[in-house]
């Protein structure tokens, strides 16, 4: 407004010098033509960059502005977009695609016209990531009383790491140049690594000449004095601390005047008090610029460094050194600020860093609260003397966001904790620690163990939230120390998905533990590492209960019991059952007596053996035992009271280990031959799969004990004592059976 925009920066431009290069795009079209990517109106290149080496070079850049904008007239248009679309063109050229430093200064007093909503939208998503990618900030400023286009502005310079300003919160009210130099002052200032140096504020004056003065320490070897003024006819004279008036005749000397300022530039200034001397009406201030020997280097955050965490301590470091050399001790006093430089919202925290802990290394700890704006801040750190009077400074702009955060929750709940947490630690018998420490057991070791590890270890549950919700896109690693130790802990975070994990400590002991969460992952245009976060834990370590106890070993039998019983099941159903026929002779009874095979048995006899089948419960003889093979095998043993009294198909009494027979003979009086009660039991059979062989016989194939149809299975035959006894094993006669894989005689 009122063609100050001119005034600020021909004020930029006469504070330039070698090595400094600037363009201009002026946000006119008078010609409405359209083009480029959207076919918004179009900008005007008025000068591409160019060096400002010399008064020459400054003078005609100062007088392209004040013809190309018929000086500073507005105009109805306003091609934002374009205008920033000219300029990345501009720097990429300039900077040699970003090899050198570059940014850019906007200024406007309206929003984008025509196609507002348009611009807004292709500028935040076509033109901010690329001055993101290449790290060129745009700082904007908002002038006039239009306040629909400010958020546009002051979100372009959050995402890019630039500074907004806004002429209606200058220090005076009103459109006025007291308002708007400053800022490019400052921004000059930050762009090119200048110290802001002692200021005179706002000033009224009465009609005379009102004198100021400002203090000037050592160790300066450059020094810019900007005095602005709001009234054109108003003169600013300089003298130094030898009271010699400053002109552009003075050796080392350069002096530029504008409607709206004065600046005088000196070379090797004069350590002690200088005097400003202002004649005429209105207003002033001044503001300074120091070029010094003495040099601050920002060390942390590194300039690299994508963002940093709100909410959560971080460390701003700074190095301070004289010709090369290392300044330490009391000498100079550093101090800084951090500021909130994204958007018309304010904040600010005042910075006092030292080197008591590391000679000629300041820092100081800082922690931006998670209520602050996430956005762009600006670091500056300066050293000064006794008088507090700045001698040299450094500037950093850094983004800070607000980053998931590991908690850890309160025991047996998913609220977070804010303080400590308190964890108690059951010392187990040392056979429930092995049992529920195996990897295939510890699943099921929580209802018995009442919820406590089986092994001497802390179980801690924890979160990361982001805005009060879970964050499932990050990892969590951690480290831990006992208080009042510098030994590491060992120490396991588990990631359980979902934004929850839990730390496991390994043998811990009584006492409070620190416990530094270290959180990585991807977040919004901040990637990997998101910071350090130390939270706290009181542990406690105590025997289980003899309740504990008793209550664990009760349900622990009880798993045992069921494991038992679900191995018995499976060994039942892997085992083939008893059955089938048999025919049974006497020697008072010779004929053959077919009838199947008594299987009943006790439950728990079943279970134990499912093809176990005593004699006592197959021929209602104790003595011998029955022993049912898958593959149709039957072998038999003898076994307890009366297994002498059983023989094989050969005659040969029973041994007591299981063996292949064919038939079994039942002798009270231990002599199968002559005993006139013995009792002849013959198998015979197989399973189905039998064909039937040439000469009348049978071959069985597979042999089994099933009690299935004769054509489809083998059959169990007895015979009496005397054709068991000349058939037995043998199948070379005709009409007798011929025995194969386990099969048995078959009588025809």
């Known amino acids: 407004p009122n063609g100050l925009r001119c005034s600020a920066a021909n004020a930029y431009i006469d504070l330039s010098g ?48 004040a013809q190309k904008s018929n000086n500073c007239h507005p105009d109805a248009s306003t091609p934002t977009y374009d205008a920033l679309n000219q300029s990345l063109t501009m720097l990429t050229g300039a900077t040699h695609n970003g090899q050198l430093s570059g940014s850019v200064i906007l200024l406007t007093d309206g929003q984008p016209d025509p196609d507002t909503s348009a611009q807004v939208s292709a500028i935040t998503s076509d033109l901010t990531p690329q001055f993101q990618r290449h790290s060129w900030p745009v700082d904007s400023i908002a002038l006039g009383s239009d306040t629909g286009f400010r958020s546009v502005l002051s979100d372009l310079s959050n995402a890019t790491s630039g500074t907004f300003y806004d002429d209606a919160h200058g220090i005076v009210p009103g459109t006025s140049p007291l308002n708007i130099a400053p800022f490019f002052v400052d921004i000059f200032a930050r762009r090119n690594g200048r110290v802001v140096g002692p200021a005179i504020p706002p000033t009224q004056l009465s009609g005379g000449t009102t004198s100021r003065n400002f203090q000037l320490g050592d160790y300066a070897d450059h020094l810019d004095v900007i005095a602005v003024k ?228 802390a179980d801690l549950s924890g979160q990361v939230s982001l805005a009060g919700q879970p964050y499932s896109s990050a990892a969590v690693m951690g480290t831990a120390t006992r208080d009042g130790s510098n030994a590491s802990v060992p120490i396991t975070v588990v990631n359980d998905g979902s934004g929850r994990f839990h730390v496991l400590f390994a043998a811990p002991q009584d006492g409070d533990y620190t416990i530094r969460f270290q959180t990585t992952g991807s977040f919004k245009d901040s990637h990997g590492d998101f910071g350090v976060t130390t939270r706290a834990a009181h542990l406690g370590v105590v025997g289980a209960t003899p309740l504990q106890e008793g209550i664990a070993w009760l349900i622990t039998l009880l798993y045992l019991a069921l494991i038992a019983l679900i191995a018995l099941l499976i060994r039942f159903s892997l ?84 063996h292949i027979v064919k038939g079994l003979t039942y002798s009270p009086g231990g002599r199968p031959q002559d005993d006139p009660r013995a009792e002849t039991y013959t198998f015979q059979g197989g399973r189905a799969g039998g064909r039937s062989g040439g000469n009348g016989r049978t071959t069985a194939r597979g042999g089994g004990w099933e009690n299935t149809p004769a054509r489809s299975s083998a059959r169990l035959a007895a015979r009496s004592s005397r054709s068991a006894g000349s058939s037995a094993g043998r199948g070379s006669s005709k009409g007798r059976g011929s025995s194969r894989s386990g099969g048995y005689d078959n009588v025809i």
Request: aromatic share 8%; hydrophobic share 40%.
């Open 18 to 65: 070698p090595g400094a290069y600037i363009g201009v795009v002026g946000l006119d079209n008078g010609d409405g033509a359209r083009g480029g990517p959207h076919s918004f109106e179009r900008a005007q290149v008025w000068a591409p960059p160019a060096e400002m080496a010399t008064v020459a070079a400054r003078q005609a850049l100062k007088q392209t502005i």
């Open 575 to 658: 085992l083939p059952a008893p059955g089938g026929q048999l025919q049974a002779t006497t020697a008072a009874n010779p004929t053959a007596m077919t009838r199947r095979i008594k299987t009943s048995r006790s439950l728990v006899l079943m279970l134990r053996q499912r093809n176990l089948l005593p004699s006592k419960n197959a021929f209602g003889r104790p003595g011998a035992a029955l022993l049912f093979t898958r593959s149709g095998v039957v072998e038999a043993r003898g076994q307890g009271a009366g297994a002498d009294r059983w023989f094989d198909e050969s005659g040969r009494p029973l041994s007591d280990h299981f």
């Open 230 to 457: 709001d009234q054109p006819n108003t003169s600013v004279t300089l003298i130094a601390p030898n009271r010699q008036a400053v002109t552009a005749s003075v050796a080392g000397a350069f002096v530029a005047n504008d409607p709206h300022y004065a600046i005088f530039s000196i070379d090797g200034p004069q350590a002690g008090t200088w005097q400003v001397n202002v004649a005429g009406s209105g207003s002033f201030l001044v503001d300074n610029l120091i070029v010094s020997s003495l040099h601050v280097a920002i060390t942390a955050p590194a300039a690299s460094q994508a963002s940093l965490p709100l909410g959560q301590p971080f460390t701003i470091a700074a190095a301070l050194t004289y010709q090369g050399a290392t300044v330490s001790g009391g000498r100079f006093t550093v101090t800084g600020r951090i500021t909130y430089a994204g958007g018309s919202i304010s904040y600010s925290q005042q910075l006092d860093l030292t080197d008591t802990s590391s000679p000629g290394a300041y820092q100081a700890a800082v922690t931006i609260p998670a209520s602050a704006p996430a956005g762009a801040y600006d670091i500056t750190i300066g050293a000064s003397q006794v008088s507090n009077t700045v001698i040299a400074s450094a500037d950093r702009s850094v983004r800070l966001e607000l980053f998931p955060v590991p908690y850890l929750l309160m025991p047996g709940t998913t609220k977070t904790a804010s303080g400590p947490v308190t964890a108690t630690i059951v010392r187990w018998d040392p056979v429930l620690q092995v049992i529920y420490g195996l990897p295939v057991v510890s699943w099921i070791g929580g209802w018995p163990l009442g919820g406590h590890p089986a092994q001497l270890q």
